[in-house]
């Protein structure tokens, strides 16, 4: 097989480029940034479990050490950790590194679903291009007349209808699944951390800031 007659550009460009269009006409620009951030999340592998681990023991012997009066703010590797300790430090609320880590947790899984419905409705939109592309093709059949041209009339007919369910079911559907599965072990990975700082944290009380008496401050 000829793997080269595969490559079509201008094909290509009718069905990514429809394809990326409808999909911004249908979900809006707002979703389909909020779907971009989430690939490169997914990319990137910001969330590193080891990494989270270490912050979250280093912050548990901080404040059962010195409580919450005491404990300065330090710089954790994972941003909503980071961001839901700071509150907590700042509020001197164990509770409230708790109720933020929540928060974010609804935050990324409403994410995850926006990224997995959009890229399902381009998964949808990709098929249907591609058969307009073909109908473009077609269309040039008079165009082109008989020989060379009328050959790549036709090979641009076939190719975009091809194009249109790779993209479908190779790339953009796949991307969808991994986005749910990917989030999923985060979360399960994330809640198990969670529930490992909240039982050492049970115990932590605020420790009162040293006062000294009036002899010694004599």
Wanted: with cysteine; proline share 3%; hydrophobic share 50%.
């Amino acid at each position: 097989m000829d793997f080269s007659a595969l490559i079509d550009p201008a094909s290509a460009a009718v069905v990514v480029g429809g394809t990326a269009l409808a999909t911004l006409l249908r979900a809006g620009l707002g979703e389909c940034r909020a779907t971009w951030a989430t690939i490169r999340h997914l990319a990137s592998r910001e969330f590193d479990e080891e990494a989270l681990r270490s912050d979250l023991a280093r912050m548990v012997q901080d404040v059962r050490i010195d409580g919450l009066v005491r404990t300065e703010p330090y710089h954790f590797r994972d941003r909503a950790s980071r961001m839901a300790a700071k509150a907590m430090i700042d509020a001197r609320n164990i509770a409230l590194f708790h109720k933020q880590m929540t928060r974010f947790r609804a935050r990324r899984m409403a994410d995850n679903r926006r990224a997995s419905a959009t890229l399902a409705m381009a998964a949808e939109n990709a098929p249907a291009f591609g058969l307009a592309g073909t109908l473009l093709a077609l269309s040039q059949l008079d165009v082109a007349g008989a020989g060379q041209g009328m050959n790549a009339a036709l090979a641009g007919a076939v190719l975009t209808t091809l194009y249109g369910v790779l993209l479908a079911q190779l790339v953009l559907t796949p991307l969808a699944e991994a986005i749910r599965r990917s989030g999923e072990a985060e979360e399960q990975a994330r809640d198990a951390l969670m529930l490992w700082t909240a039982g050492q944290l049970e115990g932590a009380v605020v420790h009162p800031l040293p006062v000294q008496s009036e002899a010694q401050a004599a």
